[in-house]
């Protein structure tokens, strides 16, 4: 029976496959700006057990081109950071945008709604031999949402037969630290 259940369990990741999804047609960069704290995701090898996740993005010199700083605790405590870039390759797609890290490969990240204000769902998928590889984020303007306002975005994913219960709301409480800690100065 467990050799059964293996066998059932491989086949249905071989033979996932990533969903045809719709990004934001009227997607607006500009709009989008701003802190952007981590709500939930699917976990994934390089958030793994971070908590008191928040992105910024800004505004940079080369048009069509974001900044990108994602800031986080890991499981030990500690503080990390990491700057990087995205921008939409494909004009007629503006909520299609690649992720670029330095020393990382690029990465998709797909808006499919956000209201600019108070949430956003992002998405990305990525199919490998038959294997899809997912990625999902629910992310706020604020550290907390209303249950209203979580399944409106969730509602974006669900739309698409996304597996919602792959989502885990991470922590964000008054200990969080968003913003790089200061090294104390020697005398």
Same mark, same amino acid.
């Given at each position: 029976?467990?050799?059964?259940?293996?066998?059932?369990?491989?086949?249905?990741?071989?033979?996932?496959?990533?969903?045809?999804?719709?990004?934001?047609?009227?997607?607006?960069?500009?709009?989008?700006?701003?802190?952007?704290? %981590?709500?939930?995701?699917?976990?994934?090898?390089?958030?793994?057990?971070?908590?008191?996740?928040?992105?910024?993005?800004?505004?940079?010199?080369?048009?069509?081109?974001?900044?990108?700083?994602?800031?986080?605790?890991?499981?030990?405590? %500690?503080?990390?950071?990491?700057?990087?870039?995205?921008?939409?390759?494909?004009?007629?797609?503006?909520?299609?945008?690649?992720? %670029?890290?330095?020393?990382?490969?690029?990465?998709?990240? &797909?808006?499919?709604?956000?209201?600019?204000?108070? &949430?956003?769902?992002?998405?990305?998928?990525?199919?490998?031999?038959?294997?899809?590889?997912?990625?999902?984020?629910?992310?706020?303007?604020?550290?907390?949402?209303?249950?209203?306002?979580?399944?409106?975005?969730?509602?974006?994913?669900?739309?698409?037969?996304?597996?919602?219960?792959?989502?885990?709301?991470?922590?964000?409480?008054?200990?969080?630290?968003?913003?790089?800690?200061?090294?104390?100065?020697?005398?």
């Amino acid at each position: 029976m467990y050799r059964v259940a293996c066998f059932i369990a491989t086949f249905a990741l071989v033979s996932a496959s990533c969903p045809n999804i719709a990004t934001k047609p009227d997607f607006d960069y500009t709009q989008y700006a701003g802190d952007w704290f %981590e709500i939930s995701r699917i976990e994934n090898w390089f958030q793994r057990d971070m908590y008191c996740v928040r992105a910024r993005y800004g505004a940079t010199d080369e048009p069509g081109v974001v900044s990108v700083y994602n800031v986080a605790t890991q499981p030990d405590g %500690e503080f990390t950071s990491i700057t990087g870039s995205a921008s939409a390759p494909n004009a007629s797609a503006p909520g299609s945008l690649v992720v %670029e890290f330095p020393g990382q490969p690029d990465g998709s990240y &797909w808006v499919l709604d956000t209201d600019y204000t108070s &949430w956003s769902a992002v998405y990305s998928c990525d199919n490998f031999g038959g294997l899809a590889v997912e990625f999902g984020w629910v992310l706020a303007r604020e550290n907390a949402v209303t249950e209203d306002v979580y399944n409106r975005a969730m509602s974006n994913f669900a739309k698409y037969g996304i597996d919602t219960s792959l989502f885990q709301k991470f922590y964000h409480g008054d200990d969080c630290v968003y913003d790089e800690p200061e090294t104390p100065q020697r005398s």
